[in-house]
């Protein structure tokens, strides 16, 4: 049985998907490592990687929910009964409830400087020491928890409403002003002496300074930042329509994550070398560099104040998706309640998440493997959960669904793809795994070891 839920339009779906897929590493982390990594010829680079892998992968999930009209978990279980196969979608799942949970974090610190770049404007601050801000911010016991909560109450505010009157209606404003925000930002940053320095640190191919280590990067980032390898993106295609066509929302969806990389950077670094400062990756670059950067220019806490709820608004498009495929799931074999269950599921993200949120301050002596509580989850969510439910779902796509569905399901709503159907499934069963498999491998630093 499938669920009531239903995106209102194509429009809203890819909307959706996309703003699931733009987080705050397309924004700040892409940019940053396309300038050190050759330019204009590692975003090639990404958009060939992102076209063969991140754009097969996309499809296949779409498929899948598309297909089944139901959410991760129920989508497999649909699809292989009496297998282990829906343990895909229980990892996909768990992926996203880890992910949200210091995820938040971050939302919470941006949610933070809003309130400081506010209070700037109004004249209760004086001039702001950036760096010293920032290490208050992160190692603030009390407000920082305080700032998660609210990043994740205006999550599951959104969430519970439901998918049209929640998720979509809110994405139908937040991406376009998402764009809006970008241009105002380009053009400010373009009229600044010496920008072009910027853009040529940005976008000047220069193939010598590609490395081994950056292609991997871009074969990486090709599937990470397309929200692909966690079942986002099946529980969102479950809610579109049999009429619809897959392929023109999931090429949309790449053109529109490839675009927002090239915005953020066209934003960023003019700005930031025409006033001498050096590109930084990392929260460095958000909460240190362009705040110092901003507020050299005129109106520039203006801007700054902009920037923060670009930013902003691409992290709560992202959490939206990774807190729905979790109350999907739960959700599932009764339609109603979801607000509650939201509300539940949310709670439980925000307490999970408090160590991660504790762990530049009171429990900053507690380490993994040499690494902060933060960064341990991040690194299993990145380094293994993703690559492993990546390749998990090319496998199931490619070897396990019937190869009629597929291509029934790809050319539906539309004419002359059997072509484009053959290219796919060879591409999710010989290559993607393939490429999943390097990627993971080098996650795990195992080739720096040999």
Not at 102 to 107: E, M, Q, T, W
Not at 112 to 136: C, H, M, P, R, W
Not at 412 to 438: C, D, E, N
Request: proline share 3%; hydrophobic share 55%; glycine share 8%.
């Amino acid at each position: 049985m499938q669920h009531d839920e239903q995106w209102s339009s194509k429009i809203g779906f890819i909307l959706a998907s996309a703003g699931s897929a733009i987080g705050l590493g397309a924004i700040w982390k892409l940019p940053y490592v396309t300038g050190v990594s050759g330019g204009g010829a590692f975003i090639l680079l990404f958009l060939i990687f992102s076209l063969l892998i991140g754009f097969p992968l996309l499809l296949g999930e779409f498929v899948i929910g598309r297909s089944t009209g139901k959410e991760a978990i129920s989508a497999y279980k649909a699809i292989a009964p009496k297998s282990k196969w829906h343990w895909i979608g229980y990892l996909g799942v768990f992926t996203c409830f880890l992910l949200l949970s210091f995820y938040s974090v971050i939302g919470g610190w941006i949610i933070k400087y809003l309130y400081y770049n506010i209070s700037d404007i109004v004249g209760a601050q004086g001039s702001v020491d950036y760096e010293s801000l920032f290490g208050t911010t992160v190692s603030s016991q009390v407000s920082v928890v305080i700032s998660q909560a609210i990043f994740l109450i205006i999550t599951i505010m959104v969430v519970a409403r439901g998918v049209q009157a929640g998720i979509e209606k809110i994405s139908k404003i937040m991406m376009p002003a998402l764009f809006i925000l970008f241009i105002i930002l380009i053009i400010r940053s373009l009229t600044l002496n010496n920008a072009m320095e910027g853009v040529s640190f940005f976008l000047k191919p220069d193939f010598s300074s590609l490395t081994s280590e950056s292609v991997l990067y871009a074969m990486g980032q090709s599937f990470f930042s397309l929200s692909v390898g966690v079942s986002v993106m099946v529980t969102y295609s479950s809610y579109l329509s049999k009429k619809e066509n897959l392929l023109q929302p999931a090429l949309s969806v790449v053109i529109m994550n490839l675009f927002i990389s090239l915005l953020a950077g066209l934003a960023i670094f003019p700005a930031v070398f025409s006033l001498g400062f050096e590109p930084t990756a990392g929260p460095g670059l958000l909460f240190i560099v362009l705040p110092s950067v901003f507020d050299q220019i005129i109106f520039g806490k203006w801007f700054l104040l902009l920037f923060l709820a670009l930013f902003l608004f691409a992290t709560l498009t992202s959490a939206f998706s990774m807190l729905e495929i979790v109350v999907a799931a739960v959700n599932s074999k009764k339609g109603k309640g979801r607000g509650s269950k939201a509300w539940m599921i949310g709670t439980a993200i925000f307490i999970v998440g408090i160590p991660s949120a504790l762990s530049f301050s009171t429990l900053s002596d507690i380490s993994f493997f040499g690494k902060s509580i933060f960064d341990s989850a991040d690194f299993l969510v990145s380094n293994i959960l993703m690559p492993t439910g990546a390749f998990l779902i090319s496998i199931f796509v490619s070897f396990k669904m019937k190869k009629d569905l597929l291509r029934s399901e790809l050319i539906q709503g539309s004419k002359g793809f059997h072509l484009i159907f053959t290219v796919w499934f060879l591409l999710m069963r010989y290559v993607v795994p393939l490429v999943i498999l390097i990627v993971f491998i080098d996650s795990l630093g195992i080739f720096k070891k040999m």
